[in-house]
């Protein structure tokens, strides 16, 4: 066997790594099946509630646990889309983590998640900015559940997008925001 193919070999046995970021608060269910689901197939699927495993408002350290603790050695970032997900600041800080680094990032748009008037899905804005442009790959809940192929087909599709699709240039999220119809 030459080496290419022991190489190739030892990347079929690798699990991806890949980090869920999602609203504590609304999503957890989603959250807790998703990781029951798809844990045999990808590696340290976990939870890391910032805002219990850190006790800081320094706004610097925040951001520099979540890319030490969170997205580094990830595959990709996967952004479970619920109800109130748009206005929550961590969730945009592991978004804009995710593209700071480079790596693959996916909306999944979970069934609690309202169509606005506009008729458009609620996203936390980072993340609609790079579906439209080309770098994030979106799909539903009903799609990835029933088939672990179909995740693995997305986070594929992720991490081989080019960093040259990503926009990344807002204002990071000060604090959660309410939704409108709260």
């Excluded at 320094?58 to 979540?66: A, E, K, L, P, W």
């Excluded at 109130?84 to 804009?96: A, N, S």
């Excluded at 799909?139 to 599709?157: C, F, R, T, Y």
């Amino acid at each position: 066997m030459d080496i290419a193919a022991i190489l190739a070999q030892i990347n079929l046995q690798t699990k991806r790594k890949v980090f869920v970021s999602y609203h504590h608060g609304g999503d957890q269910v989603y959250y807790d099946f998703f990781s029951k689901a798809f844990s045999e197939t990808y590696d340290v699927i976990y939870d890391t509630s910032l805002e219990r495993a850190l006790d800081s408002d320094d706004v610097d350290y925040v951001n520099q646990s979540i890319r030490d603790q969170c997205i580094s050695g990830s595959s990709c970032t996967i952004v479970l889309c619920g109800k109130e997900t748009p206005w929550r600041k961590y969730v945009d800080w592991e978004i804009k983590a995710t593209l700071d680094m480079e790596h693959g990032l996916i909306g999944v748009n979970l069934p609690t998640n309202p169509i606005n008037p506009s008729g458009k899905y609620l996203v936390p804005d980072r993340l609609h900015d790079n579906i439209q442009s080309g770098y994030a790959v979106w799909d539903s809940w009903a799609s990835i559940i029933p088939d672990v192929g179909n995740l693995k087909n997305l986070i594929e599709q992720a991490i081989n997008r080019s960093g040259k699709f990503i926009i990344n240039n807002r204002q990071m999220m000060a604090r959660n925001g309410t939704p409108p119809w709260a």
